[in-house]
């Protein structure tokens, strides 16, 4: 098969000579056309769709046509046979010689003039807008002669002067078509190995992006999805701009699933890219109510101005060659932050968290292999049938090399198995009475939190406003400390959050619960129904209002409500 070669002349004279060249090479089906600079284009945008192998041109052509086309370009070098013609044409020619062009005519010229002691002129340009300027210069100078390519003649006789084409002969014809033949069989390899690797990709990987250090999408791939599923700009922000480690994260999708994007640095030619391999979660949805999948890209920050707290941090970090971990800590205390924590701190940003309520472990979910941490809440409300379920699958996942945590409000009787195993970390988690020295911290936190995602007005707190939340007993820990001050900061319209401000809230909360002597009678079951039916009604439903009020969870309250 021969080599579909088109061969651009930049100048009219040339054509003859490649004519009879052609003659003698067998290996090359070559088309011919004539064009120097920007007239050459028009050849090269329709050279794809001819199925045009290679292209030959030369000098300032032939780098120009490199910059529009993916196909390779032989550019023909001007040969000593070359130069010695022009120079021996040029040799009696009185007055002031020069030759002017780009650096595949001046290097071999210098090197000839200077060998051989001709007294002519040798002057290098790096773009073709400089040769008019350069060539009305020689002439103020009292150049001449001017000798060089199609645009250096051009431009002599725009300046009157005399000018030489630097023709390439017959030597520089065949060099260029033995370059064509070693660069293509090259060329064709490559492409081959590059059309293995596709293949290899496309069998092998679902759904990949490939960016390159300056955020712009260089390849992509998308076998199980009709349509790209995510928007590019949610992946730039994660781009790679130096060699980092292999991260995971989770991205919404276009159609609102949640996706698992696997990050990774690729380093080709000292060029940084960043790989994205996607896929669905399988079987989990984010915005399930006992389910969520997430990743914890930096470590969570933790309060701990307390000496509680810090004493709390340091059990975590003391146990942090083991895998099974209890959090003891009434409601609202922060366990699912403290999981997020120690997830962060075993892997490092890698792999993902799933957070899941005890009820859903008996559907043995098959999990996406990039979860390295379990967070199990809930398990006291499931039934005393289903606990020793739960302590098979914790131990399961345990032994298969999950970071498993899970979520206990005090030292239940029916988890001593658990407690009291020698393998188990046991984290016991202080209440926000127990962590006063934290107080003030929290709330300046949760003060720029709701300003920065909410907008609200207020950006400190008055001493003696705070001096109230460091008196009240907060039954409900962190957690109710942040709904309180979300209530407080809606409510305050100024820039500093008020004592009267703070102290109207406290009232609201403290409203005492009002309970009929009917309610105190039968089992205690029975009354702690009613009192919770009655405070129901007082709330108007709210279960929010009503879990705070009691200091119990939601999901307590709606197992009380249910019996």
């Given at each position: 098969?021969?080599?579909?070669?088109?061969?651009?002349?930049?100048?009219?004279?040339?054509?003859p000579l490649?004519?009879?060249?052609?003659?003698?090479?067998?290996?090359?089906?070559i088309?011919?056309?004539?064009?120097?600079?920007?007239?050459?284009?028009?050849?090269?945008?329709?050279?794809?769709?001819?199925?045009?192998?290679?292209?030959?041109?030369r000098?300032?052509?032939?780098?120009?046509?490199?910059?529009?086309?993916?196909?390779?370009?032989?550019?023909i070098?001007?040969?000593?046979?070359?130069?010695?013609?022009?120079?021996?044409?040029?040799?009696?020619?009185?007055?002031?010689?020069?030759?002017?062009?780009?650096?595949n005519?001046t290097?071999?010229?210098?090197?000839?003039?200077?060998?051989?002691?001709?007294?002519?002129e040798?002057?290098?340009?790096q773009r073709?807008?400089?040769?008019?300027?350069?060539?009305?210069?020689?002439?103020?100078?009292?150049?001449?002669l001017?000798?060089?390519?199609?645009?250096?003649?051009?431009?002599?006789?725009?300046?009157g002067?005399?000018?030489?084409?630097i023709q390439?002969?017959?030597?520089?014809?065949?060099?260029a078509?033995?370059?064509?033949?070693?660069?293509?069989?090259?060329?064709s390899?490559?492409?081959?190995?590059?059309?293995l690797?596709?293949?290899?990709?496309?069998?092998?990987?679902?759904?990949i992006?490939?960016?390159?250090?300056?955020a712009?999408?260089?390849?992509?791939?998308?076998?199980?999805?009709?349509?790209?599923?995510i928007?590019?700009s949610?992946?730039?922000?994660?781009?790679h701009?130096h060699?980092k480690?292999?991260?995971?994260a989770?991205?919404?999708?276009?159609?609102?699933?949640?996706?698992?994007?696997?990050?990774?640095?690729?380093?080709?030619?000292?060029?940084?890219?960043?790989?994205f391999?996607?896929?669905?979660?399988?079987?989990?949805?984010?915005?399930?109510?006992?389910?969520?999948?997430?990743?914890?890209s930096?470590?969570?920050?933790?309060i701990?101005?307390?000496?509680?707290?810090?004493?709390?941090?340091?059990a975590?970090s003391?146990?942090t060659?083991?895998?099974?971990?209890?959090?003891?800590?009434?409601?609202g205390?922060?366990?699912?932050?403290?999981?997020r924590?120690?997830?962060?701190?075993?892997?490092?940003?890698?792999?993902?968290?799933?957070?899941?309520?005890?009820?859903e472990t008996r559907?043995?979910?098959?999990?996406?292999?990039d979860i390295?941490?379990i967070?199990?809440?809930?398990?006291?409300?499931?039934?005393?049938?289903?606990?020793?379920?739960?302590?098979?699958?914790?131990?399961k996942?345990?032994e298969?090399?999950?970071?498993?945590?899970l979520?206990?409000?005090?030292?239940?009787?029916?988890?001593?198995?658990?407690?009291?195993?020698?393998?188990?970390?046991?984290?016991?988690?202080?209440?926000?009475?127990?962590?006063?020295?934290?107080?003030?911290?929290?709330?300046?936190?949760?003060?720029?939190?709701?300003?920065?995602?909410?907008?609200?007005?207020?950006?400190?707190?008055?001493?003696d406003a705070?001096?109230?939340?460091?008196?009240?007993?907060?039954?409900?820990?962190?957690?109710?400390?942040?709904a309180?001050?979300?209530?407080?900061?809606a409510?305050?319209?100024?820039y500093?959050?008020?004592k009267?401000?703070?102290?109207?809230?406290?009232?609201?909360?403290?409203?005492?619960?009002?309970?009929?002597?009917?309610?105190?009678?039968?089992?205690?079951?029975?009354?702690?129904?009613?009192i919770i039916?009655?405070?129901?009604?007082?709330?108007?439903?709210?279960?929010?209002?009503?879990?705070?009020?009691?200091?119990?969870?939601?999901?307590?309250?709606?197992r009380?409500?249910?019996?």
């Open positions: 098969m021969k080599i579909k070669t088109l061969f651009i002349a930049p100048y009219p004279a040339m054509l490649i004519e009879e060249c052609r003659k003698e090479e067998k290996d090359l089906d088309k011919i056309a004539t064009g120097n600079l920007g007239q050459a284009l028009p050849y090269v945008k329709n050279a794809g769709s001819e199925g045009i192998d290679m292209i030959i041109s000098g300032g052509t032939a780098k120009l046509v490199q910059q529009e086309t993916n196909i390779p370009v032989i550019d070098q001007v040969s000593g046979y070359d130069m010695l013609r022009v120079l021996t044409l040029a040799n009696d020619f009185p007055g002031k010689k020069a030759i002017v062009g780009f650096s005519i290097l071999g010229a210098k090197t000839i003039t200077d060998i051989l002691d001709i007294g002519i040798v002057f290098t340009i073709e807008e400089e040769v008019e300027a350069l060539v009305h210069e020689l002439r103020v100078k009292g150049f001449e001017i000798m060089g390519d199609v645009v250096t003649v051009e431009a002599a006789a725009k300046a002067l005399e000018g030489i084409l390439s002969g017959r030597e520089a014809i065949f060099d078509f033995q370059k064509v033949k070693s660069v293509y069989f090259s060329f390899r490559k492409q081959q190995e590059n059309d690797l596709r293949a290899i990709i496309k069998e092998n990987t679902d759904n992006i490939l960016f390159d250090s300056n712009e999408c260089v390849f992509e791939q998308w076998n199980s999805f009709s349509s790209p599923p928007l590019v949610d992946l730039q922000s994660l781009v701009r060699g480690a292999e991260s995971v989770i991205i919404e999708g276009i159609k609102g699933d949640m996706l698992k994007v696997q990050v990774s640095s690729l380093e080709i030619a000292d060029e940084i890219y960043t790989q391999i996607i896929t669905e979660l399988n079987n989990m949805k984010s915005s399930s109510e006992n389910l969520n999948v997430e990743s914890v930096q470590l969570p920050m933790i701990q101005e307390s000496e509680a707290m810090k004493d709390c941090l340091a975590i003391a146990g060659n083991r895998n099974l971990w209890l959090l003891i800590g009434a409601a205390t922060g366990k699912g932050l403290l999981a924590y120690i997830h962060y701190l075993k892997h490092q940003g890698t792999g993902l968290l799933l957070s899941i309520h005890a009820k559907r043995g979910l098959p999990f996406d292999e390295r941490s967070y199990v809440y809930g398990a006291e409300d499931i039934s005393a049938e289903e606990k020793p379920q739960l302590f098979k699958q914790y131990q996942w345990a298969s090399g999950k970071e498993v945590i979520s206990l409000s005090s030292e239940n009787p029916e988890f001593h198995s658990l407690l009291f195993n020698e393998e188990t970390v046991r984290i016991y988690i202080p209440s926000l009475i127990e962590r006063k020295d934290d107080i003030r911290a929290l709330t300046a936190y949760f003060i720029a939190h709701f300003h920065q995602q909410y907008g609200t007005s207020a950006v400190k707190i008055r001493e705070m001096e109230l939340l460091e008196k009240y007993k907060w039954p409900g820990n962190t957690a109710e400390l942040k309180f001050l979300f209530d407080v900061l409510a305050e319209k100024g500093t959050i008020s009267e401000t703070v102290s109207r809230q406290l009232n609201r909360k403290q409203r005492p619960v009002h309970i009929e002597d009917s309610l105190l009678s039968g089992t205690l079951d029975q009354i702690e129904k009613r039916e009655a405070i129901m009604k007082e709330e108007n439903q709210n279960q929010t209002k009503v879990s705070k009020r009691l200091g119990i969870n939601r999901s307590t309250l709606w009380k409500l249910k019996q």
